[in-house]
Nanobody, 115 residues
Framework: QVQLVESGGGWKQPGESLRLSCAARGMNFRYGVINWYRQAPGKQRDWVASVTSDHITAYIDSVKGRFTISRDNIRRTVYLQMNDLEPDDPATYSC?????????WGKGTPVTVSS
C-alpha cells in the first residue's frame, strides 16, 4: 500500500524559507514521478512542481527561481525547498504520485506566510 507523508509545514514571514518533505512507502520509489500540489482555502488545488526518476524537474511559473524540488532515492523522500516566501504561497501542500495505475496522495502539510 502506497503511503505518502508530508512534513515541514509551518508559519513563516514573507521572504523567509521553508523546506517540505514527502516520505514515500509501499512503492518502488526510484522510478516514480513525485509531484507537489497546493490548495489554499476556498481555491482549487494547483500543481506546483514535479521531479522525475531522472531528477528532471518542472515548476509552475509563480515559483520558478524560488522553489526547488529534489529527491533522495535512498531516503525515499522528495523535498520542496521554498525560498523567498510570498503572500500568495500559503496553502496546504500535498505530494502525489501515480503508481500501479492509481493516483496516491498524502494528507498535506500547511504553510502559512504572514507578517
Amino acid at each position: 500500500q502506497v503511503q505518502l507523508v508530508e512534513s515541514g509545514g509551518g508559519w513563516k514571514q514573507p521572504g523567509e524559507s521553508l523546506r517540505l518533505s514527502c516520505a514515500a512507502r509501499g512503492m518502488n520509489f526510484r522510478y516514480g514521478v513525485i509531484n507537489w500540489y497546493r490548495q489554499a482555502p476556498g481555491k482549487q488545488r494547483d500543481w506546483v512542481a514535479s521531479v522525475t526518476s531522472d531528477h528532471i524537474t518542472a515548476y509552475i511559473d509563480s515559483v520558478k527561481g524560488r522553489f526547488t524540488i529534489s529527491r533522495d532515492n535512498i531516503r525515499r523522500t522528495v523535498y520542496l525547498q521554498m525560498n523567498d516566501l510570498e503572500p500568495d504561497d500559503p496553502a496546504t501542500y500535498s505530494c502525489s504520485t501515480t503508481y500501479s495505475g492509481r493516483d496516491h496522495w498524502g494528507k498535506g502539510t500547511p504553510v502559512t506566510v504572514s507578517s
